[in-house]
């Protein structure tokens, strides 16, 4: 197939594009290289199959594919309130135009949604059913509100224009290809470990997250633009959950070093727990299940990051 991946010089584009390259496919990125990095995709810029467009998504495009996979967006929280009104353009203006590009080119058309359309959840762990509980004037919610429109809009191009819509909302996920400065704990804890810095810890470490490895996230996906049984919302995640400071510690287990850990206030809006409920996608998955462990996953990020700090 011919497969367009917007954002796709970023820490999970980068890797998509690596499996969709391995299947046979082409693949035309298009990114406008504001958190991601063409050294990401430098081992795919000579290959016959792969084509990188510098672009924004808030301005339209026109490409003739098969597939779409709409990631282009900042996820970090440092990056995404950077400048808060362009996260929410390029989550809507991007939502916009990558739909009405399927709509034109009858493409089938993936949203990497996210968890943070459930804010600060009431509800333990997260069911796709659950509304979530969301600030709509906090900083967060240029991400979080943009996210959450981005996903309307992909419901009414499927009920009004009959669009061929996937749409997964997305757990904290990590691995190797995360910038070193992208602010996001699980990056920020290693390369401080590895630096011999002190490992940061906001608020007093009890709030929890569930840290999916990158490789079984991206299958996933794949599973989900394959299957035609379920558009989504599809959750996907690890539901292992931890505290951030079980995750510091482990961090310092695993790299070793003097680094100690600080505490630093907590941000607002930070949610207190975030664990999936991934029932429906390992009903309508065949089978999916996240299978690296954190420990396992964290030693491979490590092993990344070691000689780039
Ligand atoms: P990332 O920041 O590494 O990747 C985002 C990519 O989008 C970057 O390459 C960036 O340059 C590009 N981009 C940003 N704004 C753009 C614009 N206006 N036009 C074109 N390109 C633009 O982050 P990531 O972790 O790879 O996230 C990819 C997608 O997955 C994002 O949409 C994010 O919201 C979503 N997501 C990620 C996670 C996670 O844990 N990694 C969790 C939930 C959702
Ligand atoms: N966090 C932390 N130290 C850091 C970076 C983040 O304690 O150096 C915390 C952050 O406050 C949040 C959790 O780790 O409670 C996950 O943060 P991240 O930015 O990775 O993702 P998100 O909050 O979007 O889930």
């Known amino acids: 197939m011919r497969i367009l991946v917007t954002g796709g010089a970023g820490f999970l584009g980068s890797h998509l594009c ?4 391995a299947d046979d496919h082409d693949v035309t990125v298009i990114d406008n290289l504001f958190t991601g990095r063409k050294q990401n995709i430098a081992h795919l810029l000579q290959h016959p199959r792969f084509e990188f467009v510098r672009h924004d998504v808030i301005d339209p495009f026109k490409f003739e594919v098969d597939q779409i996979y709409n990631l282009a967006c900042p996820a970090s929280p440092p990056h995404y309130q950077f400048n808060p009104i362009k996260t929410t353009k390029t989550s809507v203006m991007g939502a916009i135009n990558c ?10 058309v993936f949203q990497a949604s996210t968890s943070e359309v459930y804010g600060d959840p009431a509800v333990h762990p997260q069911p796709e059913s659950y509304w979530g509980n969301v600030n709509p004037i ?29 749409v997964v909302r997305i757990f904290n996920t990590y691995g190797p290809r995360m910038h070193e400065a992208d602010g996001r704990v699980v990056s920020n804890f290693i390369v401080q470990a590895l630096r011999g810095q002190d490992i940061t810890i906001y608020g007093d470490g009890s709030q929890t997250r569930s840290f999916c490895y990158v490789d079984d996230l991206i299958e996933g996906w794949l599973r989900l633009m394959a299957q035609t049984e379920t558009v989504g919302p599809v959750n996907l995640g690890n539901p292992g959950e931890f505290t951030m400071l079980q995750l510091a510690e482990l961090t310092l287990k695993l790299v070793g070093g003097k680094s100690k850990i600080v505490y630093k206030p ?44």
């Open 18 to 21: 690596d499996r969709l390259i």
């Open 99 to 108: 739909l009405g590009l399927a709509k034109r080119v009858r493409a089938r």
């Open 266 to 309: 907590l941000p607002a809006d930070d949610p207190k727990q975030r664990r999936p409920d991934i029932t429906l996608a390992q009903k309508v998955l065949g089978g999916w299940t996240p299978k690296v462990p954190l420990e396992e996953g964290l030693a491979r990020t490590i092993a990344y990051f070691k000689p780039r700090v």
């Open 138 to 166: 906090g900083k967060r919610s240029c991400y979080d509100e943009g996210k959450r429109c981005a996903e309307t809009l992909f419901f009414d191009y499927h009920r009004e224009n009959g669009v061929d819509i996937r």
